[in-house]
């Protein structure tokens, strides 16, 4: 057949066959408007042919068009299934994903809907003898089709701009689940970033800092202090019973005295490569970008600017830069049997590395553990199945092989399994006594979508980004000496977790202020404990 032929084929393939999504999503936004909806129909069409028209030069058109239907089918299986966009942010959380992490997406279904719906028309593409005719003849047959697309994809943007204006800027997921467009300007978009941006130079901050406690630490008139940052992993609120789930998934937690959960805790981002970041550096949600959280460096680099040791333990996919410049172990995948199954370790080997270093502390130090938390869609991965207290759950990656019951229940046990982590790291902190003056901070990443709205996991766009993936826990342990010697008005911090308005804006402060680390890129504003301070000259809380 003629190149042209094929065009329209492969166009009408991949439009009709792989945008279910977004024809789907079309009909709803454009209801009573069905002039409007076959308007941007044939607008679509249009430019879809003209662009492949346009690329379609021999031994490239085939390449071209196999590459489209490939990336159609991939996309479309996890828009269609999951809810999923793919966006710049998410081909960055692709491109930096482990085996192990990678593994658990491809699924049978995955792979039976890819050779489906992308390895089988490509084949037929491969098949087809194209029919090319001489340069000139090629190019006059093409501008006769090329033009008039144009004219047709320019006359009804034209005929229907208020209604296109009003619906894209209102519904910007509209666009980006159209396939193949959005995944491919999606990953020109961090190419661009990633690999064609100048160097960047990291922009040094809170080189001023100080704390006047290491110096009563070294002269042992104070026992050090080490404050424990565990940086969860896809946990929401939602699910948390310390913040009203009906479901008992804190009873570690409940068992502890003063363990404070701070309400109405919002996510910088709805991805570990966004929000890791973000939640340790200086810059609020509205300020971080990912080229701003790359160039300047980190509360942990403040720390060690004021004399903190620091230290970083993952069991996740890497600390994505910000511990660079300090200790960084990965545990992700270690082979102990005691932590460890498939390749893949639990959260419960930090806890028994942690438990190894406390009694060797004796300077003030921060240990950062990153868990791999609630990360799906292997869930029932993510903790031990002989105590998992809700049953039955789902036993496999694979959404669609389970009820809606089992995967709610596989998600509560993992909550359930990081409550008893935090037990366990409080218990770990406890048992050295008053050797040490022990904190413990617990925040996670992002929160993650059971099927609210036909959405599942994360990475939504912040724009449409549900409450399930956007509000998560966090909360904070302090002991007795701590308390006493800070003079912590318990009280006051109680109530004031109660307030709400939190986000991943306070960490960076709230570990500085409770590691009592003086530097001019401390805000006390927020910090959660600074309100909730006393001065201990007159016992009056400093607001």
């Not at 939190?502 to 202020?513: E, R, V, Y």
Request: glycine share 6%; hydrophobic share 45%; with cysteine.
């Amino acid at each position: 057949m003629s190149d042209v032929t094929l065009t329209i084929l492969v166009t009408i393939y991949v439009l009709a066959i792989g945008n279910l999504t977004f024809w789907s999503k079309g009909a709803e936004y454009f209801q009573g408007h069905l002039g409007a909806l076959f308007s941007l129909a044939a607008g679509i069409i249009a430019l879809h042919v003209a662009a492949l028209l346009s690329i379609s030069v021999k031994y490239a058109v085939k390449p071209i068009f196999i590459f489209a239907i490939m990336v159609t089918a991939i996309s479309s299986y996890f828009v269609d299934t999951m809810g999923i966009l793919i966006t710049r942010d998410m081909i960055g959380n692709a491109a930096v994903t482990t085996t192990n992490e990678a593994k658990h997406l491809i699924t049978w279904r995955f792979v039976a809907h890819v050779l489906l719906y992308g390895a089988l028309p490509s084949a037929l593409v491969a098949w087809t003898r194209v029919i090319h005719l001489t340069f000139f003849s090629k190019l006059w047959q093409h501008l006769k089709l090329i033009v008039p697309m144009l004219v047709i994809a320019v006359s009804v943007t034209l005929a229907n701009y208020a209604g296109f204006s009003s619906t894209f800027r209102e519904h910007r997921d509209l666009m980006a689940s159209l396939n193949p467009i959005a995944p491919i300007v999606a990953a020109v978009k961090y190419a661009r970033l990633t690999y064609f941006s100048p160097p960047l130079d990291v922009a040094v901050i809170g080189k001023d800092a100080f704390s006047e406690d290491i110096m009563e630490v070294a002269q042992s008139k104070e026992p050090p202090h080490v404050l424990v940052v565990v940086a969860g992993e896809t946990a929401r609120a939602k699910n948390f019973s310390l913040y009203g789930y009906g479901r008992e998934t804190n009873p570690a937690l409940k068992a502890h005295d003063n363990v404070f959960a701070f309400q109405e805790t919002r996510s910088c981002g709805t991805a570990t490569a966004v929000s890791l970041p973000c939640m340790f550096s200086n810059y609020t949600r509205a300020e971080y970008s990912d080229t701003a959280g790359r160039s300047t460096e980190n509360v942990i680099d403040v720390l060690g600017y004021a004399g903190i040791k620091t230290a970083w333990w993952d069991a996740n996919t890497g600390s994505k830069g910000i511990a660079a410049r300090t200790v960084e172990i990965n545990y992700a995948a270690g082979d102990d049997p005691l932590f460890c199954i498939e390749g893949e370790c639990r959260d419960d080997i930090l806890v028994d590395k942690l438990k190894q270093e406390l009694p060797k502390v004796t300077e003030n130090t921060v240990f950062v553990l990153h868990l791999i938390g609630s990360h799906g869609p292997a869930y029932y991965m993510r903790y031990q199945e002989e105590s998992a207290p809700f049953k039955p759950d789902c036993r496999t990656a694979a959404f669609a092989d389970c009820t809606q019951d089992q995967l709610i229940n596989a998600y509560d046990n993992t909550i359930a399994y990081t409550d008893n982590i935090l037990g366990e790291v409080i218990d770990a902190l406890d048992s050295q006594g008053e050797r040490i003056n022990a904190t413990m901070i617990y925040m996670s990443d992002h929160g993650e979508s059971l099927g609210e709205s036909g959405l599942y996991l994360h990475g939504a766009p912040w724009f449409m980004a549900p409450d399930e993936q956007t509000y998560v826990p966090f909360l904070m342990w302090l002991s007795p000496l701590f308390i006493n010697s800070e003079r912590i008005d318990t009280a006051c911090l109680k109530a004031n977790a109660q307030n709400g308005g939190f986000s991943h804006d306070n960490l960076f402060h709230t570990i500085l202020g409770n590691i009592e680390v003086e530097t001019e890129v401390y805000d006390r504003n927020l910090d959660v404990l600074a309100p909730c301070t006393r001065i201990a000259l007159n016992d009056v809380p400093v607001r």
